[in-house]
């Protein structure tokens, strides 16, 4: 990650800013939704101190510290990844996501909660995401 800032540092104009965006993780909710109503089926299992989070936070930590960049604002927000069975969920997060791992049984019980919720239900995650803004030193 490192090397990505180095390289974004020196195209970067002075003053430019640097968006940092990415996922925290902290055993998401997953939940069926039918109309207004959400129903928690679980959550899924992402462990703490995951070495992704760990890094990056490493390296901006350390991008700070030489100069490169001045911390502006951080917050954070929900993002709501969303399918349209348990199934194509399942599939999804087994294939596209290192970390978040889906237990079993919050698989069976969103199966569950979407054949009872009737036609039109939806499944999905919420994805706690970091975001910060960082402006690039004048030099």
Do not use: C
Not at 125 to 137: E, G, Q, S, T
Request: glycine share 8%.
């Amino acid at each position: 990650m490192v090397h990505a800032l180095e390289e974004i540092r020196r195209v970067l104009a002075p003053g430019g800013v640097l968006l940092d965006l990415r996922p925290l993780s902290v055993n998401s909710p997953v939940e069926v939704v039918a109309g207004e109503r959400v129903m928690q089926a679980g959550r899924l299992d992402e462990p703490p101190g995951d070495p992704d989070d760990t890094a990056a936070n490493e390296a901006m930590t350390r991008v700070e510290r030489a100069g490169w960049f001045t911390p502006e604002r951080q917050g954070s927000f929900e993002l709501a990844y969303e399918w349209d069975t348990p199934d194509e969920m399942k599939a999804y997060i087994d294939e596209r996501w290192a970390t978040g791992k889906l237990p079993e049984s919050v698989w069976v019980e969103a199966r569950r909660l979407t054949a009872t919720a009737g036609a039109g239900a939806k499944v999905r995650v919420l994805r706690r995401m970091v975001i910060a803004r960082w402006r690039k030193r004048q030099t």
